[in-house]
T-cell receptor, first 115, second 113 residues
Framework: AQTVTQSQPEMSVQEAETVTLSCTYDTSENNYYLFWYKQPPSRQMILVIRQEAYKQQNATENRFSVNFQKAAKSFSLKISDSQLGDTAMYFC????????????FGKGTKLSVKP | AAGVIQSPRHLIKEKRETATLKCYPIPRHDTVYWYQQGPGQDPQFLISFYEKMQSDKGSIPDRFSAQQFSDYHSELNMSSLELGDSALYFCASSASGGTPTQYFGPGTRLTVL
């Protein structure tokens, strides 16, 4: 069975600093996708970034980037120039290559950005 | 851009009552997913539909049922509600083909008293 592990239940960072959230996963599939979702206090689930396993290049979306290490089954999220609005729960999620596959989530990392 | 719409946003029910949650996917999205998120937990997959047919089933109780209609909207029907059903219920949608990215609705907060 596929599993997603986020080993950091809580983290904090100073405004404008950089922070990295860790995620590891376990799968025997070769074709899959990885995602980071953000859940602010409003509880809305917001897509932050996605990575296709077949792509070697790490995905980047503005201040958000990932370090995808397929052999190590690691998928960390780096947030640069942290802003107060980045305060949220961050979930790492895995989806196999089928287009109707459900997401398997990690337990989440609660990130607090301090002024 | 249009997003996933869920209704109602909040629902309060008594034990043993029934509830119906509705989801309207992003236009041209053909797949709908339902997730349940308890307090302090990660979302758990319940069920999904592709082109109006059930495509996958997760930890959905037998008391719950769902379907996807011809206009692609979906409804989650919950009967004999229990206190433990109190949770945030998300609907997500995706388009088949390409990267299967799921976009979430704002959720329905169900409270069972």
């Amino acid at each position: 069975a596929q599993t997603v592990t986020q080993s950091q239940p809580e983290m904090s960072v100073q405004e404008a600093e950089t922070v990295t959230l860790s995620c590891t996963y376990d799968t025997s599939e070769n074709n899959y996708y990885l995602f980071w979702y953000k859940q602010p206090p409003s509880r809305q689930m917001i897509l932050v970034i996605r990575q296709e396993a077949y792509k070697q290049q790490n995905a980047t979306e503005n201040r958000f980037s990932v370090n995808f290490q397929k052999a190590a089954k690691s998928f960390s999220l780096k947030i640069s120039d942290s802003q107060l609005g980045d305060t949220a729960m961050y979930f790492c999620a895995w989806n196999y290559g089928g287009s109707q596959g459900n997401l398997i989530f990690g337990k989440g990392t609660k990130l607090s950005v301090k002024p | 851009a249009a997003g996933v719409i869920q209704s109602p946003r909040h629902l309060i029910k008594e034990k043993r009552e029934t509830a119906t949650l509705k989801c309207y996917p992003i236009p041209r999205h053909d797949t709908v997913y339902w997730y349940q998120q308890g307090p302090g937990q990660d979302p758990q997959f319940l069920i999904s539909f592709y082109e109006k047919m059930q495509s996958d089933k997760g930890s959905i109780p037998d008391r719950f049922s769902a379907q996807q209609f011809s206009d692609y909207h979906s409804e989650l029907n919950m009967s004999s509600l229990e206190l433990g059903d109190s949770a945030l219920y998300f609907c997500a949608s995706s388009a088949s083909g390409g990267t299967p990215t799921q976009y979430f609705g704002p959720g329905t907060r169900l409270t069972v008293l």
